[in-house]
């Protein structure tokens, strides 16, 4: 429908739209004319036209804003039953909890199995299926912040390959868990098994085929869930031992189409820095995201900077203006905390007795706080929300 209208208003003189409120009026006559589309819930229809027209505005603003087409948001594409995986979106009237049990529009009642209390009254659920056919319910809940005792201390961290995380703290660095090159030997059986047993094009797939890719869905599950316990561990080490923390805002898309493709995907890089942003958002630290750009070229302890660019190949920093040695990523992990503006007096130095690093904070770092969203740092928005899942 939506393609239909933008074609016709192509040629016409006046534009019409399709919007969330005509979607709702087709999908009423559709229900009424479909028995099989009647027999379902409204509430979790009317929540994917929502999903739908909300992506299709985030795409059609990005093509307007000339944004690149390597950072545009797509338009939504359409998905088949077979390959797409279920999930229903419920809001506050279209279920309930009651005795432990899960309540959806349309008679369904859930056994769920918590996996921990919901702190308050959920607002919305999501209920969804994942690879390896198991069901989640995923709850949006108003929760507070748990504040840690004030510790004095501060931290930068500085993004890389090798070691996932370099911190002005030799104790909080974290290293390269390579979690995905210990599963390949076993995630390669299965894979070789699936394409031995593929099924013809147009041919339901064998019982056989379908064994095998249930054991490579689960190796790759259990490599995801040992990525996110590293990082979430990581992370709250981090929280539990400083009050301010500087984070590199790295983005590593760009690493897959380099020869470090394969480690950097398994460093899970992404995965860690989110989960470093939630945990002290949690817990009502100050995170201060900064801009990576020539991280690697200043020097943390007199400001001066490199004419050229570090090569790879070189891992030690040797400023040529005050003669600092530091190890590259250390000295990028402190440019970290002059640029936040935080006061680096508790992080190693790069040289004794070298200079003191300046505190002037650079405009435009965002520093997220309490209540501040991660998306959109510098931006209050009400109590913050988290999923529970069950």
Not at 263 to 290: C, N, P, S, Y
Request: proline residues 6%; aromatic residues 4%.
């Amino acid at each position: 429908m939506s393609r239909k209208v933008h074609v016709a208003n192509r040629d016409a003189v006046e534009k019409t739209t399709c919007g969330p409120g005509r979607l709702d009026r087709l999908l009423t006559g559709a229900r009424q004319s479909m028995v099989w589309l009647r027999e379902g819930a409204s509430v979790p229809q009317q929540q994917v036209i929502r999903d739908f027209a909300t992506s299709r505005a985030k795409a059609v603003k990005d093509i307007e804003a000339r944004v690149p087409v390597r950072r545009r948001a797509g338009m939504p594409r359409m998905k088949r039953k077979r390959d797409a995986r279920p999930t229903l979106n419920y809001t506050r009237r279209g279920f309930r909890l009651k005795k432990g049990r899960l309540h959806l529009a349309g008679g369904i009642v859930l056994t769920v199995v918590w996996s921990r209390g919901l702190p308050s009254v959920p607002s919305s659920v999501r209920v969804y299926r994942d690879s390896l056919g198991h069901w989640y319910a995923s709850f949006v809940v108003a929760t507070e912040p748990e504040p840690l005792p004030a510790t004095g201390r501060v931290l930068g961290v500085d993004w890389g390959v090798k070691e996932t995380a370099t911190t002005t703290s030799d104790v909080h660095d974290l290293r390269h868990p390579e979690h995905g090159r210990s599963a390949a030997r076993k995630l390669g059986r299965y894979q070789r098994m699936m394409a031995r047993r593929r099924p013809a094009r147009g041919k339901a797939a064998s019982k056989g085929y379908r064994h095998a890719r249930r054991q490579a869905a689960k190796v790759h599950k259990k490599v995801v869930r040992q990525r996110q316990d590293t990082a979430r561990k990581w992370a709250k080490a981090v929280v539990l031992d400083h009050d301010a923390i500087a984070v590199e805002d790295f983005r590593p898309k760009f690493l897959a189409k380099t020869s470090m493709a394969r480690k950097a995907a398994d460093a899970a890089i992404g995965a860690t820095k989110t989960a470093l942003i939630e945990m002290g958002r949690k817990h009502g630290r100050d995170i201060r995201l900064v801009h990576p750009a020539h991280t690697t070229m200043d020097c943390a302890s007199c400001g001066a900077r490199t004419k050229h660019a570090l090569p790879l190949s070189e891992r030690t920093y040797t400023c040529t203006a005050c003669g600092a040695v530091s190890p590259r990523d250390k000295n990028s992990a402190r440019v970290m905390l002059v640029r936040a503006g935080l006061n680096p007096a508790g992080a190693d130095r790069a040289r004794a007795g070298g200079p003191q690093v300046p505190s002037q904070r650079e405009p435009g770092i965002p520093a997220l706080r309490d209540g501040e969203d991660v998306k959109n740092p510098g931006c209050s928005s009400p109590p913050s929300s988290s999923s529970t899942g069950a």
